[in-house]
């Protein structure tokens, strides 16, 4: 199976700062990586895949790069409501898997 | 607007099976696979498997194969999960997630507690 290796664990950041999270898997997913947010009493919503093709519907302060083991997620200018847990998951092959996530909290 | 809503909390002792489902609405039922994804108490998430809908077809992670049973019912448009021989370690929140290896839409998630 593909490990999901996601870093920062927990990150604190201010509205309007600007914070990335990092996602590496243990061999070659291609563009092949989705970013998810989770919060509580909400369902959870895809922010990006293919690595980088924003989700319709998510705004534009939110980006995706990367390709082959290494991707990145930006938020920029952060707003309240951006506040959450956030996980990686490559769709490249089965068994899909999922990074531990990141805590995103208000500093 | 797509919707996914899940059955409520189920508490189930040790040894038995639990049910859950996943009534899907805004969209066609047998255009899409259907996702479940575990997240076990405090733990991030694990792909359990798909099933779509339209021929019955199934894939399960290796870890979820002799766990997890998924079926659908076109005629109501809901999903299901079976959980079986159930054990401390499947206590957790079950999710469906529509979509092949990109979830677009999610339930709310359905808790499982396995209890005495």
């Known amino acids: 199976d593909v490990q999901m290796t996601q870093s920062p664990y927990n990150l604190a950041a201010s509205p309007g700062e600007s914070v990335s999270i990092n996602c590496k898997a243990s061999k070659s997913i291609s563009k092949y990586l989705a970013w998810y947010q989770q919060k509580p009493g909400k369902a959870n919503k895809l922010l990006i895949y293919?690595?980088?093709t924003l989700q319709s519907g998510i705004p534009s302060r939110f980006s995706g790069s990367g390709s082959g083991t290494d991707f990145t997620l930006t938020i920029r200018s952060l707003e309240p409501e951006d506040f959450g847990l956030y996980y990686c998951q490559q769709h490249n092959e089965y068994p899909f898997t999922f990074g531990s996530g990141t805590k995103l909290e208000i500093k | 607007e797509v919707q996914l809503q899940q059955s409520g909390p189920e508490v189930g002792r040790p040894g038995s099976s639990v049910k859950i489902s996943c009534k899907a609405s805004g969209y066609t039922f047998t255009d899409y696979v259907m996702n479940w994804v575990k997240q076990s108490p405090g733990q991030g998430l694990e792909w359990i498997g798909w099933i779509d809908p339209e021929y019955g077809s199934t894939d399960y992670a290796e870890k979820f194969k002799k766990k997890a049973t998924l079926t659908a019912d076109t005629s109501s448009n809901t999903a299901y999960i079976q959980l079986s021989s159930l054990t401390s370690e499947d206590t957790a929140t079950y999710f469906c997630?529509?979509?092949?290896?990109?979830?677009?839409?999610w339930g709310q998630g359905a808790s499982v507690t396995v209890s005495s």
């Open positions: 997630a529509r979509g092949g290896g990109v979830m677009d839409a």
């Open positions: 293919d690595g980088s």
